[in-house]
């Protein structure tokens, strides 16, 4: 008989978060932006994340996005120990395993959209040929094709999205977070830019979205509610809290 | 990634910025412009006082009439002889060498051909003292001398100048002011010297110039070579000692003669050449200085601009180390994009001194190097802080940041 080894079944837990917590001090004054939070995101899910300005759902997005470190609980991405890394660590699994995608777009106003698609692929040592067909396949995938020698401003504003969408996805990363990805468009941009999300999740992809408006957040299976930086509920969409 | 990347992404920005890349580059240029001029022009000097020092061959003196005063008055007077240059070769054991001359522009005629240059009355020795070699026939001899021949030794430019080579005017007829003078040979070219190009003068044995064409037995010069190891101011007091005796000058009377160390002004002239080197290097200093404050002023200007991009970058996963390396990079390439450009206005300066000022100048690989050293550790050097605050910018406030 031949010894195969046997790959353990990858667990499909994403995200791992439990007893979150995030504080910050400011002249004196602590401030709970997370207390305790704990949840689970497992591969392919479709999350919103609800709450009013000031209820911790962007601290919540960056301790996942590796951009912040809680100050207590443990935080595992795909298995690892996050609140364990240092600065390095956090920027090559930020690199690797998330994919951002901001209110604002976040685009480098001096580039082209094929090499603002390239630059997390530049980081991440990836040849210069290779790199260029992976940006181009991104910007395919969400309908640019024909725009990628075009700068930023000379984009739409749901375009420039696009491109923020396809730089998220061109390093094929664990988890999309997208931080209020419509709330500089339009409504009609931004139910295509929902579109886009929605045909993402089909694809395979796990997606966070954080919003505040129903109507964004009901294209996700689940919606986790926060509010003074608790979980106020978590379950399927469209149940009003 | 990375470097070449990194290097690309600097390009890219200082092109965005271009006026203001200039700008920020000015001190930079005018820094390194001042160190390869420095380097050239200390080279050049350099060089120009080795090879005097080397023509001269040893500490010559350089004995001379000096002017009387009387009633106020300064009056032209030669008061040196023949008589003075053999006292001093009998009485003094402190030179290898006296030669006594006398100089002064003739007309000189070869065939058709009419030229002004030096005619130079001197005794034979006078090559020997002044280190020069014969190229083609003979030195006049002490005979020649003795017997006032009206024979001539050519420097090595005149045989050109009157249309003719070497070869060709050995054993020929010249005229000096109407006087024939056989042609006996010719020099082998010494360069200047720095006060005056010897390569055009025309020898004659110094009685023949004394009797045939000056007409009295005054001497304007005398060279007297000290033997080695003798001290130079010994040299100066045996010959002041011999020369006031000679002239009959009373105790505490003024000497009609000067005494003068031509090494001691090639001395003087070094020593003058060094202190502009120094001041140039001081400029130089200054200007890389205050250049790579410029730097380090429109770099720190740059990363607050550039506060979002430091963000967006490190949230697509852009290490501290990259950050790092993007500003000092960038800081790098302006600083060396300016020290380009100041190698390329150096050395035109150089050029233009040399070519209209007549200053010699020498631009060596090894101050293309100092150039490219210098401005890539101002870059270094500068770009540090401005790239540490890049890198150690917190993204989540780098990506908030308006």
């Known amino acids: 008989m031949n010894a195969v080894a046997i790959p ?14 995030r504080i910050y001090h400011m002249g004196g004054e602590t401030i709970y932006a997370l207390r305790s939070v704990s949840l689970t995101i497992e591969r392919n899910e479709y999350t919103a994340v609800m709450g009013p300005s000031g209820s911790g759902k962007s601290t919540m997005m960056n301790v996942i996005g590796c951009l912040d470190s809680p100050t207590g609980g443990n935080y595992w991405l795909n298995g690892r120990l996050v609140s364990a890394m240092n600065d390095r660590q956090l920027a090559h699994a930020r690199n690797r395993d998330i994919g951002f995608v901001f209110q604002t777009f976040n685009l480098l106003s001096r580039m082209t959209a094929l090499a603002n698609v390239e630059v997390p692929l530049i980081y991440s040592g990836m040849r210069r040929r290779e790199r260029h067909d992976r940006a181009q396949h991104a910007l395919e995938t969400v309908g640019l094709a024909d725009r990628m020698s075009h700068r930023p401003s000379e984009l739409s504003g749901g375009q420039r999205q696009r491109v923020a969408v396809a730089r998220a996805l061109v390093t094929e990363p664990s988890i999309l977070l997208a931080d209020e990805p419509t709330g500089n468009l339009d409504s009609a941009t931004g139910r295509e830019i929902m579109s886009l999300f929605d045909k993402l999740h089909d694809s395979g992809n796990t997606i966070i979205i954080v919003t505040h408006e129903k109507r964004v957040a009901d294209h996700a299976a689940r919606t ?3 509010s003074d930086g608790a979980v106020i509920s978590d379950g399927p969409s469209g149940d009003e809290a | 990634m990375l470097l070449g990347e990194t290097f690309l992404i600097a390009l890219q920005s200082i092109r965005g910025n271009l006026f203001r890349a200039a700008l920020t580059m000015l001190g930079i240029v005018i820094g390194v412009a001042a160190v390869i001029t420095m380097v050239a022009l200390g080279a050049g000097a350099q060089a120009a006082i080795d090879a005097q020092m080397e023509a001269l061959g040893g ?15 300064s009056r032209n007077q030669q008061t040196l002889t023949t008589d003075d240059a053999d006292a001093l070769a009998r009485d003094s054991i402190y030179f290898d060498g006296i030669v006594p001359e006398i100089d002064n522009r003739q007309q000189i005629k070869y065939g058709n051909t009419n030229i002004n240059v030096t005619i130079l009355g001197t005794t034979p020795n006078y090559a020997d003292v002044h280190l020069f070699n014969i190229a083609v026939g003979r030195m006049f001899d002490s005979s020649d001398d003795a017997g006032r021949r009206r024979v001539a030794v050519l420097a090595s430019e005149i045989p050109g100048m009157l249309d003719t080579d070497a070869a060709g005017i050995v054993g020929r007829t010249i005229q000096i002011r109407s ?4 042609v006996i040979g010719v020099l082998e070219s010494k360069g200047s010297s720095g006060w005056r190009n010897p390569d055009d003068d025309v020898w004659i044995p110094l009685s023949t110039a004394q009797f045939r064409v000056a007409g009295n037995d005054r001497v304007e010069n005398i060279s007297a070579k000290v033997r080695e190891g003798v001290s130079i101011e010994l040299a100066m007091v045996d010959i002041e000692r011999i020369l006031r005796r ?6 505490g009377a003024d000497n009609d003669f000067s005494i003068m160390n031509r090494k001691q002004f090639l001395d003087t002239r070094q020593e003058a050449a060094e202190v502009f080197t120094y001041l140039l290097a001081g400029i130089a200093g200054v200007s890389l200085l205050v250049g790579g404050i410029g730097i380090m002023n429109i770099m720190l200007v740059t990363v607050t601009e550039r506060t979002r991009e430091i963000g967006i970058r ?7 180390g990259n950050i790092l390396l993007q500003f000092l990079v960038e800081a790098m390439v302006l600083c060396l994009l300016g020290g380009g450009l100041g190698l390329a206005l150096g050395a035109g300066a150089s050029y233009f001194a040399s070519e209209f000022a007549g200053w010699q100048t020498q631009i060596s690989s090894a101050s293309i190097i100092t150039a490219f050293t210098f401005s890539a550790t101002v870059g270094l050097v500068f770009g540090m802080w401005p790239a540490k605050r890049a890198a150690s910018l917190d993204p989540i406030d780098a990506l908030r940041h308006e």
């Open chain 1, 224 to 226: 986790i509610r926060l």
């Open chain 1, 8 to 21: 353990e079944p990858q667990s499909d837990v994403v995200i791992r978060l439990q007893d979150i917590e």
């Open chain 2, 246 to 251: 000679e002239h009959g000058i009373l105790p």
């Open chain 2, 179 to 182: 006087i024939s003078f056989d």
């Open chain 2, 314 to 320: 490190k949230a697509m996963g852009a290490t501290n």
């Open chain 2, 59 to 73: 500490d010559i003196l350089s004995i001379g009439s000096s002017n009387r005063f009387s009633r106020g008055v």
